[in-house]
């Protein structure tokens, strides 16, 4: 194999290997792949892409010329949800069915996700857990009507077991409905969130629906209500919003079960336009807004708070009100009574994915801050002290003198551990402080900060990152669907800007940007390759965007592991782009053809260089999917799923767009193509010849079970005489001398010995 033009090793290593009288060249850090590969013989191999990256086709072929679509992935990569128009193996009868693809010792298998035709009609996934290869199903039995639909969970092992109906049984009787019958309550009654492993779950019904007993919530369109449902094969669920016996209202203190609003109640921010995390993983946790009299869709005469207020249900016993806290909780607050008197409303913008931290906007004076602040309630914390205001500094003689002030405009981010919240702001709240790049907070500019308080400030740290554009407002809209993401420590963030954020930015186009707030570097991603002055010049004349997670309408346990533009250590982001930033692949394409990228870094961030994932072919793009899709990165940043029309891998049957995994180690073996019988649109696998295409491509499977973890150990290529346990070596080396490029050196290098240790009698290294 001939090594890429392009190939720079920037440092090598020879480690003598006394168990096998060898000594290897390795190439450390994000470098593109090399001879050192281990699988560079395998059909797929991409020799333009760092650490030995090879395409697998992820989408079974034969697909009936429907597109498969990501719409979750596991964290470790090794499993997808997908939707298609049906694979021909598993002969669906619905327009739209949905697979479970995982990669097991055999390569990728698909295994149906849907529930038999002969016992469920209208289903559909409301939630879709890849890692553990459960699901979330609205659907009716065949002898149901058309007015009922019920909740079912599909457990790891195949089996369908009820959770609870969505509608109260007095409103569901009716003739038995016909196979493609819709649910006659469509749009009234709908699946909100839940919990890991679908032990929570809740629902809700808006004010055209019917009620289940004991809600007291008004009629109408805009009353929303919100019930939980905690365990399988219940009869009714449970109301959120209600008392514990200790909320008052008005004045009034209001017994255990009684509905606080019955305006309406949401999970998480009003019209559920905030989700992130507003029910915690466990379920223990669930944050609710309790509409108030503030809020024009809420009449003076019907009983709810006087503002729309924030509350927080735990155990499904004890409510604790958030935004209005009492003086057990915050012994500073001022909490008055009235509008009139300076109460106001406090808005859910996120929490911590455990739910022991909880994130609010409001412009009460709560610390004696009178503009729009942002909120910490901590559980955790000692009580008369949970509430904590995240928005200070610089500004806060303004803020009291009762001008100037924060003036926070919203969340960009919340780490899932709740150390770190980035969010913008048009009051200069870091003084003179400025960023890496010699910038300083503007008196209302679009200030975006960072405040963390963690193991390293644990009294709390707020920072300047950069300076926005009114372009970027969607970074920080109240919709949370934003081009911007956090690792789950918080450390690092990703998002897009059309603002010149670094000198080599040409602004006035979204460019896509990563920060460490351990060091404070900030650098642009979406760049041009090193040395190559076309590159340059396309990403200059191009915009770059990033996958997005959407929380909102239908969230799920995996959505944070689903749509990644980040690894979790930083070291890798992922983004779309249509310029030609490399010099291999794109250098042909035509404009606006967008390809697939990775910005690579190892020991610093500023220090990486850009690499092209998909194979840029005139013509036809390359793309992440749809916004909220399972395209993207995985945790670790060795899988990054994308989505093309180019034949990458051989045994695709047609040239339908379809989803690939440019993979560490990936790549199939170089085998025959299954023989293929085609009758009509339809195509299918010919009688006797296995579905599968190689040893690490993709075969499909009738079962129900999900496969085995495939191992990532290293794959002898045929006909090469390397070893695996030099193979190994090899690995080890480059993965070590990575971790003595800096940050978490003791872990990383745990981490790369288990994972490539030399293999001892008994399994263990």
């Known amino acids: ?48 892409s760092p650490d030995c990256r090879g395409y697998e086709l992820v989408s079974p072929p034969f697909t009936n010329a429907t597109a498969s679509v990501p719409i979750a992935v596991s964290g470790s990569g090794g499993a997808l949800a997908v939707s298609s128009g049906g694979f021909a193996a598993t002969q669906s009868d619905r327009l739209e069915a949905y697979y479970l693809v995982s990669r097991t010792n055999s390569g990728w298998s698909a295994s149906p996700l849907g529930p038999p035709s002969a016992s469920f009609g209208d289903p559909e996934p409301v939630a879709l857990s890849p890692a553990s290869g459960e699901s979330l199903w609205s659907m009716r039995t065949r002898q149901q009507s058309a007015y009922a639909l019920d909740l079912f969970a599909r457990e790891a092992d195949g089996a369908f077991v009820e959770v609870g109906p969505m509608v109260p049984p007095s409103a569901e009787a009716g003739a038995p409905a016909n196979t493609y019958e819709s649910f006659d309550y469509q749009g009234l009654v709908k699946y909100v969130d839940s919990s890991t492993g679908f032990t929570h779950v809740i629902t809700g019904i808006n004010g055209l629906g019917p009620r289940w007993p004991g809600d007291t919530t008004e009629a109408g369109g805009s009353g929303f209500s919100l019930y939980e449902y905690s365990g399988r094969t219940l009869t009714h669920p449970a109301l959120v919003g209600v008392s514990d016996g200790g909320i008052v209202v008005n004045g009034e203190t209001l017994p255990p079960g009684r509905v606080i609003s019955n305006c309406a109640t949401y999970l998480g921010a009003t019209g559920q336009e905030e989700l992130y995390n507003a029910e915690s993983e466990d379920g223990e946790h669930v944050f609710f807004t309790a509409v108030g009299h503030d809020d024009s869709h809420c009449p003076g005469g019907v009983a709810a708070p006087a503002v729309t207020e924030l509350f927080a249900r735990v155990g499904g016993v ?118 890496t790049e010699g910038a300083a907070a503007e008196s209302g500019a679009d200030n975006l900060y960072v405040y963390q308080r963690d193991a390293v400030y644990p009294a ?144 610093g961030i500023d220090g990486g260089e850009v690499y092209e994932v998909s194979d840029g072919a005139e013509g036809s793009g390359s793309t992440f999917g749809a916004p909220g899709s399972g395209g993207g990165t995985d945790e670790s940043g060795e899988d990054i799923f994308f989505e093309t029309a180019d034949l990458l891998v051989p045994g695709v049957a047609d040239t339908t767009v379809e989803l690939y995994d440019a993979r560490v180690d990936g790549g199939v073996q170089p085998v025959s193509p299954p023989l293929v019988e085609c009758a009509g649109l339809t195509c299918q696998v010919g009688r006797g010849a296995a579905a599968s295409y190689g040893q690490r491509g993709s075969e499909i499977t009738g079962g129900e079970a999900l496969g085995a973890p495939m191992a990532r150990d290293v794959v002898k290529a045929p006909g ?46």
């Open 460 to 603: 709390g740290k707020l920072s300047f990152v950069t300076t926005l554009s009114a372009g970027d407002s969607g970074d920080w809209s109240s919709s949370d669907a934003r081009s911007v993401q956090a690792s789950p420590d918080g450390r690092y963030a990703v998002f897009g800007s059309e603002a010149v954020v670094t000198p080599n930015a040409p602004g006035g186009l979204q460019e896509i940007y990563e920060y460490d707030s351990l060091t404070g570097e900030l650098v642009r991603v979406s760049r041009g390759e090193k040395g190559y002055v076309a590159g340059v010049e396309t990403a200059d004349a191009n915009s770059a965007s990033i996958p997005i997670q959407s929380y909102v309408n239908g969230a799920q346990p995996s959505i944070t592991t689903t749509g990644l533009a980040l690894a979790d250590n930083g070291g890798t982001v992922v983004f779309e782009d249509a310029a030609g930033l490399t010099t291999a692949g794109q250098v042909a394409a035509a404009a606006g053809v967008k390809g697939v990228y990775e910005y690579r870094s190892a020991g």
């Open 318 to 435: 004890e409510t604790v009100p958030v935004s209005e806290p009492s003086a057990v909780a915050c012994k500073e607050c001022s909490t008055p009574a009235t509008a009139a008197e300076g109460r106001r409303e406090g808005v859910y913008v996120g929490a911590s994915r455990d739910g022991s931290k909880v994130f609010f906007l409001s412009t009460q004076a709560l610390l004696g801050k009178n503009s729009m602040n942002l909120y910490e309630y901590d559980f955790h914390a000692p009580r008369g002290y949970q509430v904590r205001l995240v928005s200070t500094g610089a500004a806060e003689e303004e803020n009291m003198a009762g001008e100037g002030g924060a003036k926070v405009l919203g969340i960009a981010r919340l780490s899932e551990d709740g150390s770190h919240v980035y969010f913008v702001a048009n009051g200069v709240l870091t003084g003179g402080e400025v960023n």
């Open 1 to 48: 194999m001939a090594i890429s033009s392009r190939f720079r090793c920037s440092l090598l290593i020879l480690l003598s290997l006394s168990a096998f009288g060898s000594c290897v060249a390795v190439c450390w850090g994000a470098e593109p792949n090399s001879e050192t590969c281990p699988n560079a013989d395998l059909v797929g191999f991409s020799p333009e």
């Open 720 to 765: 090469r005489t390397t070893s695996t346990a030099v193979a190994r070596a090899r690995k080890l080396a480059a993965a070590l001398r990575v971790c003595r490029k800096g940050r978490l050196r003791a872990q990383c290098e745990a981490r790369a010995r288990k994972r490539y240790g030399v293999k001892r009698a008994g399994g263990t290294r």
